[in-house]
């Protein structure tokens, strides 16, 4: 059987890869184009073929309120033909080396194939839902106040949703091309909400596809609110659809993890679906610590022990002090054990609490070094509302 060998794409090679995902997914990924000025893709080739690959986008993932450099992989596939062979595994790590090169020190996907992900090193950090809600519901409950409402993207929307982006953990820092990206692949029309005189408050956008016989169909891909009135104007602006959408489908991942929503319909007649999640791997321990922001009102050090990458354990001594961490090699026997999994999950503040921890399956000697622990990454809920 022929070698497999897995360069840097080059020109024919994007095109190839461009045939082979249509083949393997069975129609056309656009974002391979797209993203061509943007991404890095490996593949892999055998005879001359490309039989496997994916794309590479180094982005800052907010954690903590910092941004840290991520390695986010999409649009990977495996030629149908070359399945079976852990061909995926090793497309995997050749797609991540050039991004840790250029200096990624976690990775973020969004697969269906959660149990091949765990098997790598990442995990889910938190559950991912679409939501569906009546427009007639929405505009029965929610009011827009004194709240302008203008159509179209500025910069300083742009620099509030940068904003908002800090206060959850796993928010992209989006490129300057990113929502023209967006705009263009799914037809987005944007809103902004402020008050008379003030800054802007809201960002919102949409999709809508027309009905056949009446009417159309209206997806939300972006809801980011500086404050629970912004929040109530932009649902109300949703419910004045009701003439034209019988409901309003909140995107995947969409909605906030605040409970606005849950808190304002007289009636709660809201509709759930979940979809495969968004997972996040540590590929740096100490630098990935480090770039990560902290609260700063937390002094604490705990002896923990964290798997390696073959199965066996190590020894880390973790500290935080003043909005600032830092682990660092030690003897000290750890009194928290995280495997790989686990380390990504309470990295992005997916342990709420000591219990979780513990049904989830986190190994701890000392309940308050746990708690110090669980507290250290929990400032910031795990919320990560983009696409790639």
Known sequence: MNQLTFPSATDGLWEQYDHLATRAYGHPVADIT???AHADLRVAMRGGRVVAGGLGLLVDQNFGGAPVPSACLGDGCVAPEERGDHLAAT?????????????????????SSTGYARRLGWEAPTDVLARAVATDELKRSFSAEDFQIEHGLTDEAEALQHRLARHFNGPLHRPA????????????????????????????????????????????HD???????????????????NTRARRIVFRRGVLPPYPTLLHGLRHHRTTADAWHPWMIRILDIPRAIRLRGW??????????EI????????????????????ITPTQVVGQVAL?????????????????????AGVRATSQNALTALVRSTTQFEPWMPDHF
Do not use: C
């Open 223 to 241: 809801f980011w609110a500086d404050s629970q009135p912004a929040a109530a104007a932009m649902l109300a602006f949703l419910g004045g659809h």
């Open 339 to 359: 495997t790989r999994r686990q380390l990504a999950v309470w990295y992005a503040g997916g342990y709420r609490s000591t219990t979780s921890a513990h049904l």
């Open 34 to 36: 797209a993203l061509r």
């Open 295 to 304: 609260p700063a009102d937390l002094t604490t050090v705990v002896p923990v």
């Open 177 to 220: 091309w990113w929502n023209r990206w967006k705009q263009r692949k799914s037809s987005l029309t944007p809103y902004r909400f402020a008050r008379p005189g003030h800054p802007t408050e809201g960002l919102l956008t949409l999709a809508t596809e027309r009905h056949e016989r009446h009417g159309m169909s209206l997806v939300v």
């Open 91 to 111: 497309m995997t790590a050749q797609r991540l080396r050039p991004l840790i090169r250029r200096g990624a020190v976690i990775s973020a996907i969004v697969t």
């Open 307 to 326: 798997e390696t990458e073959t199965g066996d354990w190590s020894r880390w001594m973790f500290q935080v002090k003043a909005g600032a961490a830092d």
